[in-house]
């Protein structure tokens, strides 16, 4: 059974670099045809796909976002991070890391606050 945890700190400060990653257990990350998602939902608000990776690793990023995140794989650790530079208080959320639309972790709650 895939299994996927995210990880990382739970306050940054505005204008830093906001890093979390997602450790997978029950799949290889590098299984063909998987694909690999960071998804997060700000207080109060819907659901937001953020970008994903796929097995080869390629990227692909909401547009919206693209400018200042990025997503890479350590296939050493079978883990997939999340990159988002010059984070504000709007980027307050509950972040998710996904395999596809299957099978999500958990979910870490990110606070953006001096």
């Known amino acids: 059974q895939v299994q996927l945890q995210e990880s990382g700190p739970g306050l940054v400060k505005p204008s830093q670099t906001l890093s979390l990653a997602c450790t997978v257990s029950?799949?290889?990350?590098?299984?063909?045809?998987?694909?690999w998602s960071w998804i997060r939902q700000p207080p109060g608000k819907a659901l937001e796909w953020m970008g994903a990776i796929v097995w080869r690793g390629s990227t692909y990023y909401s547009p919206s976002l693209k400018s200042r995140t990025s997503i890479s794989m350590d296939t050493s650790k079978n883990q997939f991070t999340l990159l988002m530079s010059s984070v504000t208080p709007e980027d307050t959320a509950v972040y998710y890391c996904?395999?596809?639309?299957?099978?999500w972790g958990q979910g870490t709650l990110v606070t953006v606050s001096s």
């Open positions: 029950g799949a290889s990350i590098t299984t063909p045809n998987y694909y």
């Open positions: 996904t395999k596809g639309v299957g099978y």
